[in-house]
């Protein structure tokens, strides 16, 4: 195959570029075909700007109006932009970013505030404990005959509740105060969890908090001129870890 190459090559014959004539050398060298290339390249592309540029001027509304064309303006065909002194310096700007910490960090110290509360009223009565209540023996005999309603000295219904567990006394008497009917129980089942879902809200809306108030901290603290390196990169849950270096303070 690779003598077969050999013989195709030998038969081609090598193209040359003939050089610029010996009484036009004074003139340069000669263009050769990818010199015009680039140059009518280069031509029709400037074409095709002009012409898009004609046809966007064509299309203007000429009652169009914007404020950069009373801020911005031409000196000696250059297009300058009047730039407006900054009016804030960076003490101002950190002083804000401040405030901006202060408002998130009131926000949510008022929003724990809330969740404490419902907490209080609501008492975590439908979520499963984690704390055992432990009983203890003296004999196998006692764990074998163990019952946990004589123990409790309640009814077998009422063994499973964590809250509101009468004893046998206080049900024989004393009369049940609140909902009996069915549709009256249902009612303020579902009060109760619509409660539990705004206590759940408030809850993930004060970790949003922290969150932003921990970033915005983070970024006020980057303005400082001292050499950082990221550890780890910002998420939506967690803001980003720089390395200081150390700095003496005197």
Same mark, same amino acid.
């Given at each position: 195959m ?31 075909k ?9 031509y ?13 001027a ?6 169009e ?106 049900? &024989?008497? %004393?009369?049940? *105060?609140?909902?009996? /009917?069915?549709?009256?129980? +249902?009612? =303020?089942?579902? $009060? ?13 809306? &004060?970790? %949003?908090?922290? *969150?932003?108030?921990? /970033?915005?901290?983070?970024? +006020?603290? =980057?303005?400082? $001129? ?22 003496r /303070?005197?």
């Amino acid at each position: 195959m690779s003598s077969f190459r050999k013989a195709l090559k030998s038969k081609q014959r090598d193209h040359k570029e003939r050089s610029q004539l010996g009484f036009r050398k004074h003139l340069g060298l000669l263009e050769k075909k990818k010199d015009y290339k680039l140059r009518a390249d280069d031509y029709h592309r400037k074409e095709k700007t002009i012409l898009a540029l004609r046809k966007k001027a064509m299309d203007k509304n000429p009652d169009e109006f914007n404020f950069k064309m009373i801020h911005n303006q031409l000196k000696d065909g250059v297009h300058m932009a009047n730039r407006k002194d900054e009016e804030m310096t960076e003490e101002q700007k950190k002083m804000m970013r401040t405030q901006d910490i202060r408002y998130v960090e009131m926000k949510r110290v008022s929003e724990m505030k809330k969740i404490e509360r419902m907490k209080s009223e609501l008492h975590f009565l439908d979520e499963e404990k984690k704390n055992k209540h432990v009983f203890f023996l003296d004999t196998k005999k006692e764990v074998k005959n163990f019952d946990l309603a004589t123990h409790l000295n309640t009814v077998p219904e009422l063994v499973d509740r964590a809250y509101n567990r009468p004893t046998i006394e206080t049900l &024989e008497n %004393k009369s049940i *105060v609140g909902a009996m /009917k069915a549709r009256e129980i +249902k009612r =303020l089942a579902k $009060k109760r969890n619509e409660q539990y879902l705004r206590l759940s809200e408030r809850i993930d809306r &004060e970790k %949003k908090m922290f *969150v932003i108030s921990q /970033k915005i901290q983070t970024r +006020k603290d =980057l303005q400082d $001129k001292v050499k950082k390196v990221k550890v780890r990169k910002e998420t939506s849950t967690a803001p980003a870890i720089y390395k200081f270096q150390a700095k003496r /303070k005197r």
